[in-house]
């Protein structure tokens, strides 16, 4: 297969319909669009979701619920996880790197479920209370990134 070879289906392109263009071509003098009215001017734009005076759905259907624009997310890890990953020292770069974390959105926090039985060097945003007491228990050690408030 070519690349300089490739073309649409037949069919799947259309002619632009010229309108306009006087009163032979079925399209002149109004251009397809009537006599009067809002749509018939130039420059009409319709307001989205504008439903010709009935009450739009988004105004007829119930509101819900609180979003916080503010929340934080916070990129999670468990102790156990880390248990399992090659190397003894951690921090959200290497965490990328081993694809444990897709991104890092807020800042990275370690959690306390799972089992640890090696020692590891973590560096985190926030860690758990039970994380850092099951890294500290197995010889580990717990550093905070940044002006992190736990």
Known sequence: MNLSGL??????KKQARRVGRGMGSGRGKTSGRGHK????????SLMRGFEGGQMPLHR???KRGFTNIFKKHYAVVNVGRLEKLPG???????????RVIRKLED??????????TRSLRVKAHFISESARK???AAGGSVELIGAAKA
């Open 134 to 136: 099951k890294i500290e």
């Open 60 to 62: 007829r259907l119930p």
């Open 88 to 98: 003894d020292s951690f921090d959200p770069d290497r965490l990328l790197e081993l």
């Open 37 to 44: 009215g809002a749509r018939s001017i130039s420059g009409y």
């Open 7 to 12: 073309k649409p289906p037949q069919g799947q």
């Open 107 to 116: 800042g990275l926090k370690i959690l306390g479920a799972g089992e640890l």
